[in-house]
């Protein structure tokens, strides 16, 4: 399915050519939906879910995040990540100790078994990106790589500060 572009990016093309050209963020979305499905397939395998293997991916490159920072990173709640690591930690796949200046905060780590768990998920994760880049010559995904940071970083950036909620309880 098409969605027609009407930004003034393609305001040189003719209507009909217009109609024809999907969205960059109808792109976006098809290529997640269809990797997104691919990564829970995959990881299903090795008894562990998309959002889980996220969350050790990330606690292995910044060890000692809290559930609070790794839900920013995560771009989910702090509740649906307490859930995820709380998961993990029962499975002896990450392991929590309080902060020291702040005991209330607890700082996750990876441990020695969710390493060698991570390993083996890697390995998935390469595979399925490429099928996903396969057709792409090497310098066309640094290009896609550095596009796609790009994008992040702007609409990050450019997003609106959060609204505030009405007092008095109403919707």
């Known amino acids: 399915m098409l969605r027609p572009v009407t930004s003034g990016a393609t305001a040189e093309l003719g209507t009909a050519e217009a109609s024809a050209v999907p969205r960059v963020g109808y792109l976006v979305y098809r290529v997640e939906r269809r990797l997104r499905a691919r990564l829970d397939e995959e990881l299903r395998l090795h008894g562990i879910s998309t959002p889980e293997y996220t969350a050790l ?83 066309t995904v640094e290009a896609v790589r550095a596009a796609l940071t790009a994008c992040a970083h702007s609409l990050k950036a450019t997003s609106p500060a959060p609204r505030a909620r009405p007092l008095g309880g109403t919707r």
């Not at 989910?76 to 990450?94: D, F, G, H």
């Not at 309080?98 to 390493?115: E, I, M």
């Open 57 to 139: 991916s990330l606690l292995r490159e910044r060890d000692g995040l809290s559930c609070a920072q790794l839900a920013r990173w995560a771009l989910v709640t702090p509740q649906a990540m307490n859930l995820v690591i709380s998961a993990l930690e029962r499975r002896k796949l990450v392991r929590r100790r309080p902060d020291p200046k702040h005991r209330r905060v607890l700082r996750a780590s990876v441990s020695a078994k969710g390493l060698e768990l991570l390993e083996r998920c890697d390995r998935s994760v390469d595979r399925i990106e490429a099928d996903m880049l396969g057709d792409l010559a090497p310098e």
